[in-house]
Nanobody, 125 residues
Framework: QVQLVESGGGLVQAEDSLRLSCAAS????????MGWFRQAPGKEREFVAA????????NYAESAKGRFTISRDAARNSVYLQMNGLKPEDTATYYC??????????????????WGQGTQVTVSS
């Protein structure tokens, strides 16, 4: 069993930066895929970025490319999402998720097995 706890959200202005953290308790096996998703009010949960635990291979949504960076720290059992150049349309609840054995290109929320409670990011214009 894996428990995920996100932190780092907040209220920022457009073009500001935020760094989200996801702390995992329990064992993270080398075949895990760790992802970040987001969900805005009235919208479906959407993929943001993912990273393989074994070798750090990354995948990004088009909306995140060039602005967001996902990383992991095995020693701290943590995953991070550095978000730069934030836009009002990035406003959402951001969720950390774990996919057992997933391929780095997996972007489907339904394929992820463990989820955190989410952290709110609000970007004002």
């Amino acid at each position: 069993q894996v428990q995920l706890v996100e932190s780092g959200g907040g209220l920022v202005q457009a073009e500001d930066s935020l760094r989200l953290s996801c702390a995992a308790s329990g064992v993270i096996f080398s075949n895990y895929l760790m992802g970040w998703f987001r969900q805005a009010p009235g919208k479906e949960r959407e993929f943001v970025a993912a990273i393989t635990w074994r070798n750090g291979r990354k995948n990004y949504a088009e909306s995140a490319k060039g602005r967001f960076t996902i990383s992991r720290d095995a020693a701290r059992n943590s995953v991070y999402l550095q978000m730069n150049g934030l836009k009002p349309e990035d406003t959402a609840t951001y969720y950390c998720a774990a996919n057992i054995g997933g391929h780095y290109s997996n972007t489907e929320a339904k394929d992820y097995h463990y989820w955190g409670q989410g952290t709110q990011v609000t970007v004002s214009s």
